[in-house]
């Protein structure tokens, strides 16, 4: 993933000339009302590569789930049973099963960590609240994802130079293995595998597919992800290495990284989560999810990316969107990056209108910390194709 403005603008010049088109090898296939603007759709996945997606808009009623295959030698299939790994867009469905855990009484958000993990040591002074909106001071080093495939524990990544700066809540650093420390904490509290947990309170209760244990998914099912510009022929990816190894039983001293980003979900599934959101709390069934101070707490900001994003802030393992070229009221949602995905679930607070969108593969281009095929996607739909339905 490009990183830094220089090699952004470097990639995004290499794209047209690297990376390889789906023009001409695109298939569709709709549920629903058809698009409106399907040709503007369609120039759209051409031009940030994408290499198969499903997408899901939606607006009260009325909703459009497409489905994008490519023919060639990079086939990807896409249909309704279609998986996907959502990258970061985890984080919202860990930040809920967090929540639910605190109203069920287990913790609050504003306490101390050290003492809800087998060890303490290198957390002084974190809250689950600083986890939860990555203003923990911790950051990623190298060991917090070569140490999730050996077995390292956490308290020996919390030992390596630079995993720890700056005092907590000080400012806002995005931290994968601040996120992926709030599974461990998860663990200890249910004496359950993470994926469990996450199932028992989050996934089912709102009728969401897939699972954070890749193992126990049929992997054919699952769409193949690939980098659109990379150095080196890359190869298809499916299941990490770190996904085949199913999560059977808890183990909260090495189970640091998988709440991060490695759940495995489609697109309706998203929306139901989304929809729980902006209806204060309450599942698409009429089941009260959460209670409507928790909600206001999760989306509320937390914390503001600064310079480099100015258009976005974060809450409790959400993105917040303030952009009124895209939207006149806020964008709530997040967005997911892993081994070329660029994935992206949205609402608008006020209208509940959700964009959806998950692929094989796509550009990797930014604009600040904001995928750009996500924020051309989420012009597109609020913007142009959904008021057309009116």
Not at 68 to 81: I, K, M, W
Not at 95 to 101: D, E, N, P
Not at 123 to 152: K, P, W
Not at 325 to 334: A, E, T, V, W
Request: charged share 25%; with cysteine; glycine share 12%.
């Amino acid at each position: 993933m490009p990183s830094g403005v220089l090699k952004n603008l470097v990639y995004r010049a290499a794209l047209p000339l690297c990376a390889p088109s789906p023009k001409g090898h695109i298939r569709h296939r709709t549920d629903g009302p058809p698009l409106r603007t399907p040709e503007r759709y369609e120039r759209l996945l051409c031009r940030h590569h994408v290499l198969g997606a499903s997408l899901l808009l939606k607006d009260g009623s009325a909703s459009c789930a497409v489905y994008t295959s490519l023919d060639g030698s990079r086939a990807r299939q896409a249909d309704e049973g279609t998986l996907f790994r959502v990258a970061s867009i985890t984080k919202m469905a860990t930040a809920l099963t967090v929540l639910r855990l605190c109203e069920a009484g287990r913790f609050a958000p504003d306490d101390l960590v050290a003492p809800l993990l087998p060890s303490g040591e290198g957390l002084e002074g974190i809250t689950l609240r600083h986890l939860l909106s990555h203003t923990s001071g911790l950051r990623d080093v190298t060991l917090s994802e070569a140490g999730l495939r050996s077995g390292v524990p956490y308290p020996d990544v919390l030992r390596q130079p630079g995993c720890r700066e700056g005092r907590p809540g000080e400012r806002f650093c995005y931290c994968n293995f601040g996120f992926g420390l709030l599974g461990c904490v998860i663990e200890q509290a249910t004496g359950q595998p993470v994926s469990r947990a996450m199932e028992e309170l989050v996934l089912r209760p709102l009728g969401m597919r897939g699972s954070l244990d890749a193992s126990t998914l049929e992997e054919g099912r699952i769409m193949p992800v690939t980098r659109v510009l990379t150095r080196r022929s890359a190869p298809d990816v499916r299941v990490t290495p770190l996904g085949r190894i199913p999560l059977d039983s808890p183990d909260p001293l090495r189970h640091y990284g998988h709440t991060a980003g490695a759940l495995y979900t489609d697109a309706a599934s998203l929306s139901a989560l989304l929809s729980m959101l902006t209806a204060g709390g309450v599942t698409e069934s009429g089941e009260r999810f959460l209670s409507e101070q928790t909600v206001r707490e999760m989306t509320g900001t937390q914390a503001e990316y600064g310079r480099i994003s100015p258009t976005l802030s974060y809450g409790l393992g959400l993105l917040i969107v303030r952009d009124p070229s895209l939207s006149g009221g806020r964008i709530l949602g997040h967005q997911g990056f892993a081994y070329g995905c660029v994935d992206g679930a949205f609402c608008e607070e006020e209208t509940g209108r959700r964009v959806i969108f998950l692929n094989g593969g796509c550009s990797e281009a930014r604009i600040g910390r904001l995928g750009l095929c996500n924020r051309d996607l989420l012009r597109w739909a609020f913007r142009e194709e959904m008021p057309r339905w009116k």
